[in-house]
Every structure is written in C-alpha cells, then in structure tokens.
C-alpha cells in the first residue's frame, strides 16, 4: 500500500501541475480577448475568403471559403513534401553509396556536396536558389526551348500538357500490368523454393510494363497528343507561356533547395547504414556463391535497411516541417496562405495557429505511422 | 494632547489621499499604458521592416520617417524626450498580433484605416497620417501606361496580409482579367522578385511604389501607372480598451497637424507663447489646461512640436526632401485645397 502512494502521489502532482498550468494560461487568454474584445471561434472558416492564391491543386479563388483556402495550403504543403521526400531519398541513397565508393573522385564529391550543404541555414539555401536562380533565368520571351517543348523561365517551367483520348483503357492497362507483375513474383517465389529454379522476375516485369500499355496505345484505340506552350506578349517586353502545364519558380526553388539540403542527412543514414552491417556478412555470402548483386540485395540491404529507416523517418519529418519556410519565397503552402493571409484578414490568431499546429502534428505522425510499419515489416522476425 | 490623535492622523491621512490625487490624475490611474510606459521611460512603437519616408532605419540604427514621427511625439507628450522610442519593425503579417499581445504600445506602420480590423480585431485606430490609395508600377519598357493594357496571364507582386491583396482579386475581377498573384511576406522579397523580372507589376500602396521605387536597381526603368484602384487611408493604431492611451495617440498627430494649420514650427514654437491668438497659445501650453486630461503636464504639445516639428516639416523632411513624393496631393491642409482636417484643440 505504502508503495504505491509513494508511486501514485509524483504522477498526480504533476497531472494536476499541467492542468493548472494549461488552465490558467487558456483562462488569461479568454480574459484578455475578452478585454480587447476579440472573439473566439471557428465560424470564419465558411466565409468567403476573397483573397486569391497563385498556384492551387483544387479549384479555388476568393470566392470559395476559408476552409477551402486551408485546404489549398495543406495540398500545397503535400505536394512539396511529397517530391521533396522522393527526390531527396534517391539522391540521398545515391550520394550515400558514393561516399562508400572506392573511386576517389567520386567518393570525394560526394563527401563534399554533404559537407557543402547540410552546413548552410536552409533559409539561406532557399534564398539562393529562387534568387539567385531567378536572376539566372532567361524571360519569357528570350527562352531557349529545352527538347523543343520545355521552356525554363524566370516566370517558371512551362511543360507541355498531357492530353488523353480513352486515358481509363491506359490506366487499366497499367493496373492489369501491375497485378500481373504481382503474380508472377509470387509465383517465381514459389518455384524457387519448391525447385530451386530462378525466373528472370525483373526482366519479366519490365517487359510487362511496357509491353500492355503499348498494346493500349496500338488496338485500345489511346491516343495521347501534346499541348506545348506558346509564348504570348501582353505588352512590349512582357511575355509569358499559354497552355501546357506552368510550374512556378517558387516550386521548383523549394523543392530543390529542400531536397538538396534533406539528401545529405539521407545520405549519412545510407552510409551509416550500410557500414554498420558486418563485413562477414558480406564475406559469407560471396562465399556461399552469390553474385555481389545479390550479395547487396539479399544480405547487405535487408540488414542495412533496419538501421537506415528509423533516422531517415527522422529526416522525412524533418522536410515536411521545412517545407513552411515556404513563406519566405512565396510559394503558398499552409503558412503562408492560412497561418499568413487568411490570419491577417481574419485576425484570428488563436484559431488559425491552434488548426496549423494541429495539422502539422496530424502529418507527421502519419509519415511516423507509416514508417513505423515499414520499420516493422523489414525488422528481424524472431521465430 | 492624545485626545487631538485621532483627529491628527484622519487630517494626515485625508492630506496624503488628496496629494495623491494631484500627482497622480484619474487619467493617468486609469490608463495602464500610459503608466507602463512612464515606468519603462521609453514609447513602444512598431514600424515597418524599412519603407523609406515612413518608417526606415539608417545604417547606425537610427529610424526616420512621418510614421516614425508619430511615435516620437507621443515620446515627447509623455516622457518629454522624442528619443525615447524603443522601435520594434515588423511584417504585415505579425503586425496585429504584436500590437494585441501588448508587444507593442502603438502601431504606426503604414496600416490602413479599416471597418473589420477597427471593429473585429481588439483594435482602435486613432486618426490618419497619411491618405494613400493602391496603384501598379511597371516597367516603362513594357510600354504600359494605363490599368486598361493589362491583359490575362499578368502576374502581379505584392505583400501578404495586407488590404492589397483583396483589392487586387477585386481591380482584376471588376475587369474580367486573370492573374497570377505572387505574394511574399516581406516587402524586401517583393521588390528583389519584382525587379528580378519575377512579375509584370508591383502593387501595393502608391506611397509604397514610390518609396520601394527608390530601393530598384534602376529607378528610372519603373512607373507608377496613374490609376488608383482604392482608398488607403493610413494611420496609427492602439489597442481597444484603453481609451486615455487613444486620446494621448490621436491628439499628438492631431497636434502636430494643427501646428501646421496655426504656422507654428519647431523653431518659432517658444516665440508663439506670447501670441495673440488663443488657438495658438493653447497649442503652445501658454493657456489652459489641455495637457490634465490626459495626465500630462502642460507642455505636452509643446515638446511636440519643439522636438519633431509639425505635420509639414515632417512630411518635408521625410517624404518631400527625399524625393518620394514631394506633391503633397491630399496630403495637404484642408485650408490649402487637400485633406487634413483635425477637431480643434481645445
């Protein structure tokens, strides 16, 4: 009995510590807008918002609610996580193996570029590339086309848009190449362990790959054509590109500066990774006979693996919460278009903050969530 | 001797409440700001983050400007030294919350005068130091000279959280014309953006343009399109719920613009204490008592126009000599076909 008390009793000092402390900062806060006669609630979020947004994955203007400009943000902030994110794991497992490469150059470039920019403020890396890269950039108007459809400009990247006939007898032919792959690994796994005979999986799958959507295109009757911009003069020296698909700079600025910074810790993990698998592992598996392909695929990588994920979760956290700097270049993600605009026009603080907390904590844990699994999945299963 | 005791020490103590009194006026007990403010010696002013002619910082730190102005003279009314302004520079967007959080004691950051910020947002706006209204500059080359010759796919530069972001949805809207709004939280970002080539205009307030026009690569490239597209009235603003605080705010610009009205300046200010017109003594604190109601001594609005001058001098000196905008348009005395028209002193 005397035990437990003396368990219980610090736990509860400290739960009623919290909310006391919570209490009396919430009962401050509604004393002194109350005083200033601000008013509390989430009510504006159905309003028209009226400001416009420049760049938006769903429709939207200044007619639509505010709800919607937040939703514009958060789709925003996405979709600079999620190329940030893939940019920076394959760049960052590139350079990763490079810095274990036993050519010097290679191995000392590698090392440089990580050294280079993990050490710079990602402001400031931010900065530089939409300035300076602005500055750069040709206008409009004296654009070399990059392949004949690609304009790079200070105004963006402009790309030619897709545009499909019968683009669902493509897709399917797409999912039906995928499940196909799905079956025979299956398959390729059981032969293997029933007769010991290795099937050319990866050879089979690309050829599937490219082979049914191809069949879509030649007697699914798809037809895929190209928009390409078309340069456009709106007064005597200012130009931009109409038609395709227009990236902004602020984009292409983040995303680059982001990931570039993102891969050199990526790139740390891999090494580490890797080096902290055994060297007999290695050894014993060349010599069993495998080839060092499949030395790195099936012994070296599997083992790596566990000690790369948990620190690159870390750094995929990392990028997301990143991706607010935004605000400094004008990209508008969820800072700059809710926690910025709508926060100003608004003037509710309290509100707007609490929400972009809340969802910035929502997103991390599902990238934690989803990592976690992954990390479970490839972890040593104890039989 | 002991009998008269009781008696001695009511009599004490009804001496001492009545000193208190007249140490400490009602007003000055009522306004917690003001007292803040007279403990910490020093005007809690936030300003732009550097807008030359209204709040911008030299190289040694020191602030000048007709927004900078209107915090000096408060300093001066209540702690009789204009120097005594600790500024606190800030973005459009942490503006309100600075000044509602009570960072800061008065806003005087080129901040227009609206219904929802006035009445939604804890604030109050004590009166308006300068009548703007949104314009666009461009590139002279771009051969543009009106509004009416933007075309679709113009893409336009300017701050987040302002006003100018919703009168510009409403400007190209009213003209069927589609845009791509750039907004930057910092005003440095816009102009190096815009100047990079990153946009066709630059909106925002026109004494904005003018003043950002000045920071440009090559000034001379850029034009300020002669339409404007809005009212901006500009002004300070304070905190709701301290109305002594407001009244001290409003009639220190308000005084400085009735010295220029009565030709008071910082250098004849002392001779016109022995003027014959009341108006001007009273400015001047050599008639009536106009400093008690705000707890200030009587040479309040003295020190105002002795230390920073009057709503002229300072316009010339910041805006006018620095080749801004040097025709003061509404910007002038009601008397002399703008305006700026004050409540009378008295």
Redo the contacts between chains.
């Keep these: 009995m005397n035990l437990k008390l003396k368990d219980i009793v610090p736990q509860l000092i400290t739960v009623i510590a919290v909310v006391l402390i919570f209490g009396f900062f919430t009962y401050n806060a509604q004393i002194n ?1 109350e ?5 509390f609630g989430y009510g504006f979020l159905s309003q028209e918002s ?5 760049f938006s994955l769903i429709e939207y ?2 007619s639509h609610s505010y709800f919607r400009a937040y939703l514009v943000g958060l789709l925003n902030t996405i979709l600079v996580s999620v190329i940030g994110i893939i940019i920076a794991t394959i760049l960052g497992v590139i350079v990763g193996v490079a810095r274990l490469s036993p050519n010097y150059l290679i191995n000392k470039f590698a090392a440089f570029y990580v050294e280079f920019f993990r050490n710079i403020p990602l402001l400031l890396q931010i900065f530089f590339w939409y ?1 300076a890269a ?2 750069a950039l040709p ?1 409009p108007q004296d654009a070399e086309a990059i392949f004949g459809v690609f304009f790079l400009t ?2 963006g990247l402009y790309v030619p848009a897709f545009i499909w006939q019968n683009f669902s007898i493509f897709f399917y032919s797409l999912v039906a190449a995928v499940i196909a792959i799905i079956v025979i690994r299956i398959h390729a796994k059981k032969v293997q362990e029933n007769q010991g005979k290795q099937i050319p999986v990866f050879f089979i799958s690309l050829g599937l790959i490219f082979i049914l959507p191809l069949l879509s295109f030649l007697i699914g009757g798809v037809k895929l054509s190209f928009e390409v911009p078309v340069l ?1 003069q ?5 130009f ?1 590109y ?1 038609g395709g698909v227009s990236l ?3 984009l292409i600025a983040l995303t680059l500066s982001l990931s570039l910074y993102t891969a050199t810790f990526i790139a740390e993990c891999v090494r580490a990774g890797i080096q902290g698998v055994g060297k007999g592992q290695k050894e014993a598996a060349a010599s069993i006979g495998l080839t060092p392909n499949q030395v790195l695929k099936l012994v070296i990588m599997p083992q790596a693996l566990r000690i790369i994920i948990p620190p690159t979760t870390n750094q995929y956290l990392n990028l997301t919460k990143n991706s607010s700097l935004a ?4 990209y ?1 993600d969820l800072v ?1 278009v809710f926690a ?2 709508a ?5 509710k ?1 309290i509100e707007i903050v609490s929400i972009t907390m809340f969802t910035y904590l929502t997103l991390s844990i599902s990238i934690s969530i989803l990592m976690n699994w992954y990390n479970k999945r490839i972890a040593i299963q104890e039989k | 001797m002991f009998k008269y005791l009781k008696q001695l020490t009511s009599l004490v103590a009804m001496v001492a409440v009545l000193f208190t009194f007249t140490t400490e006026s009602i007003a000055a007990k009522k306004s917690k700001t003001l007292k803040n403010t007279q403990k910490k010696g020093f005007v809690r002013c936030g300003v732009s983050q550097g807008l030359p002619g209204f709040s911008n910082a030299d190289a040694a730190g020191n602030w000048t400007g007709v927004d900078v102005d209107v915090c000096r003279a408060v300093a001066a009314a209540v702690l009789g030294d204009a120097n005594k302004v600790k500024f606190t520079p800030l973005s ?2 942490e503006r ?2 600075a000044l ?1 959080s009570g960072e800061i004691d008065i806003l005087s950051r080129n901040t227009t005068w609206t219904l ?2 006035d009445a ?3 604030l109050t706006f004590v009166g308006v130091n300068f009548y703007d209204g949104q314009g666009f500059m ?2 002279k ?4 000279t009106s509004t009416g ?3 679709d ?3 336009a ?1 300017t701050n ?3 006003t100018t ?2 009168n ?3 400007f190209f ?1 009213s003209k069927g014309i589609k ?8 005003a440095d ?1 816009v102009v ?2 815009y100047d ?3 946009c ?1 205009t630059y909106t925002t307030d026109k004494s904005g343009l003018a003043a950002q026009r000045t920071k440009m690569k090559n000034p001379d490239e850029h034009i300020v399109l002669p339409e404007t597209i809005s009212k901006e009235p500009l002004g300070p603003v304070v ?3 301290d109305s002594v605080w407001e009244d001290i705010v409003r009639w220190s610009l308000n005084t400085m613009i009735e010295a220029e009205e009565y030709g008071i300046t910082s250098a004849n200010a002392d001779m016109m204490k022995t003027s014959d017109n009341p108006a001007i003594k009273r400015l001047v604190g050599a008639e009536g008592e106009l400093g008690a109601a705000f707890g200030l001594d009587n040479d309040w609005s003295l020190r105002i126009i002795k230390q920073v001058g009057n709503y002229g001098e300072s316009y010339k000196r910041n805006i006018a000599d620095t080749g801004i905008l040097p025709d003061r348009g509404p910007n002038q005395l009601w008397t002399k076909g703008g305006i700026l028209y004050v409540p009378p002193a008295r």
Excluded: H, W
Excluded at chain 1, 343 to 347: D, H, I
Excluded at chain 2, 141 to 144: D, F, L, R, T, V
């Design positions: 807008m005083n200033r006669g601000i008013d009226s400001f416009d947004v420049q203007d200044g300035f602005l500055r206008l200070i105004k456009k709106l007064a005597t020296t200012s931009i109409e902004p700079p602020e605000a400094a270049i004008a508008p700059l910025g605009t926060l100003m026009q608004t003037g603080a | 459009a967007k309100f919350t509602t929802s910020r939604d947002i804890g461009v590139r080359s771009s051969g543009i010759q933007f075309k796919g113009i893409s530069c987040i959280g302002t972001e919703l510009m949805r409403d809207n845009y791509e709004p750039v907004a930057f939280e910092k970002e190096a953006a990079a080539g990153r066709d905190r709701q719920g």
